[in-house]
């Protein structure tokens, strides 16, 4: 439950940061990229590893004493979360796009 939860917060981060960049790129009546959606992926996959995994990354010589393999969790978590919010960004850049185009803001 904890994980997923945070999965989610961590997408709603990167969707939060993709809004903000729309509406700057719309206040300064430009349109919203779709690189917009690809860099709030990419910020909630590294939230989700810093809120995660961040006792694994600072204390690695526990894990390399116990063979456990830490960087196969922090490439899945990552890449779960980014997946998860690229389908979100893309739909909030998708709606920005419209509105400047239905609206010519």
């Known amino acids: 439950m904890g994980y997923t939860l945070t999965i ?18 719309q206040a300064r009546h430009r349109r919203a990229r779709w690189s917009f959606a690809f860099v709030g992926a990419l910020l909630a ?16 010589d526990v894990f390399i004493r116990n063979k456990f393999p830490v960087w196969e969790a922090v490439i ?3 890449t779960f979360s980014s ?6 960004t893309l739909l909030v ?6 509105k400047f185009r239905d609206f010519g803001v």
């Open 93 to 98: 850049v998708h709606h920005y796009r419209v």
């Open 83 to 88: 997946a998860v919010a690229l389908g979100l």
């Open 45 to 60: 996959g590294i939230v989700t590893v810093a809120v995660i995994d961040r006792w694994d990354l600072f204390h690695l």
């Open 8 to 25: 989610i917060l961590s997408a709603l981060a990167g969707v939060i940061l993709t809004v903000v960049r729309c509406r700057t790129a």
């Open 76 to 78: 899945l978590d990552f």
